[in-house]
């Protein structure tokens, strides 16, 4: 499955590398003699070699394949030139001690989700995702073209990072449940698994809220350590096999509408590196960026229906009230988290400002074409 699905980008890669040396060689005929002194840089470059630790599970379907994919492309395009050695959960450090392996300099980069960390910094939240907050689209555009770029320097300069978006899950499922939920009140006492500030909302509803690495949740939901858990959509979902042990699937996610990846460096080490390796890690994570997001789609439905059709999970969608209340216990955590600090503050002045100003848009061009297609069409 994993080469069917990279194969167009490797055609890509492939066309790209013949092309480029047919560029070379026409640049080496026009300039004669005068070539040599070209090429020698490119020979003479350093090669180097860096550790990256992720907090997904090795070869998992969906994250873990991402974190992979993206190191070998970094790997790839530079020829050698960078050669990335990845450590996925558990390998070298446990997955919540990524971000720590990075800013203490033992380890160059960390691919996770930076809302884990939120315990350092309330506002890295908004740099994976927030309650009732930004779908995938609109957080790409806040992050690349709207200022959230900027502001996640900040946030992570101030523990000596730098991180860059380098994938995303799209709007989330809601969760797994061992019991209908009916009404708000139905949270009260749930153990449920849920990081980042969506978890808090669900605190506010009186759930029993922890934070788990993903390899730790089947085993807790299977022993009732766990009532509930939310995870990522139907393909990531599928290999954990939640529906052992949960038979109820809600959905829309209100925790995370579109869960932004990091790939979270050494600011030291990433201040190191030249302009062009700067610029070639940008765009390997820009397009692992896009990568997941669209594998996500292509393959979301088509385990939604062999999970309800072959496994008899019960597809459930949150009443207007349950939703009522998450964006109740919301706004409480919208203030709490402004109240930790200026620079949170000022996170989610501009987060909320654009959320708005994209989302406004969003409302009358995709959302609504879509509501109308899927009217006509019976989706």
């Known amino acids: 499955m994993e080469g069917r699905k990279i194969r167009p980008v490797v055609q890509w890669e492939e066309h790209f590398m013949e092309r480029r040396k047919f560029l070379t060689g026409a640049a080496l005929a026009g300039a004669g003699v005068a070539a040599a002194p070209f090429a020698a840089p490119a020979i003479a470059q350093e090669r180097k070699e860096i550790t990256v630790v992720s907090t997904w599970v090795r070869d998992f379907p969906g994250l873990g394949i991402s974190a992979q994919r993206l190191c070998k492309r970094i790997t790839d395009l530079s020829e050698g030139r960078i050669v990335v050695n990845y450590f996925a959960a558990g390998e070298r450090v446990g997955a919540f001690d990524s971000f ?62 730098k991180a860059l978006p380098c994938g995303a899950t799209g709007t989330q499922m809601g969760g797994w449940f061992n019991k209908e939920v009916n009404s708000a009140a139905d949270f009260k006492g749930l153990k449920f698994r849920m990081p980042g500030l969506g978890g808090d909302v669900l605190a506010k509803l009186g759930a029993s809220v922890v934070s788990l690495p993903g390899g730790q949740i089947y085993e807790n939901l299977v022993s009732g350590a766990l009532d509930a858990t939310e995870w990522v959509g139907p393909y990531n979902d599928y290999f954990l096999k939640f529906y052992e042990a949960a038979k109820y699937y809600y959905y829309p996610g209100m925790h995370e509408p579109g869960g932004g990846l990091s790939f979270g460096m050494n600011k030291s080490w990433w201040e ?15 397009e692992e960026l896009a990568a997941q ?16 059709n072959e496994n008899g999970v019960v597809l459930k969608e949150f009443s207007d009230d349950v939703y009522d209340a998450f964006a109740e216990a919301a706004v409480a955590v919208f203030e709490e988290t402004r109240a930790h600090s200026a620079l949170a503050a000022k996170v989610d002045d501009a987060f909320q400002k654009s959320l708005r100003e994209i989302g406004g848009y969003e409302k009358i061009a995709e959302v609504a074409f879509s509501n109308q297609r899927n009217r006509v069409l019976g989706i």
């Open 100 to 161: 720590d392996e990075v800013a203490s300099g033992n380890a160059e980069a960390y691919i996770g989700a930076d809302y884990y960390w939120k315990g350092k910094h309330p506002a890295l939240a908004y740099f994976t995702s927030v309650p009732m907050g930004m779908t995938t689209p609109e957080w790409n555009a806040w992050i690349k073209y709207a200022g959230g770029q900027e502001l996640w320097d900040e946030v992570s300069g101030g523990f000596g990072l």
């Open 272 to 286: 190191s590196l030249s302009a062009f390796e700067q610029q070639l890690i940008t765009a390997c994570c820009y």
């Open 293 to 308: 997001f669209e594998e996500a789609m292509a393959l979301n439905g088509m385990y939604l229906q062999k999970m309800v």
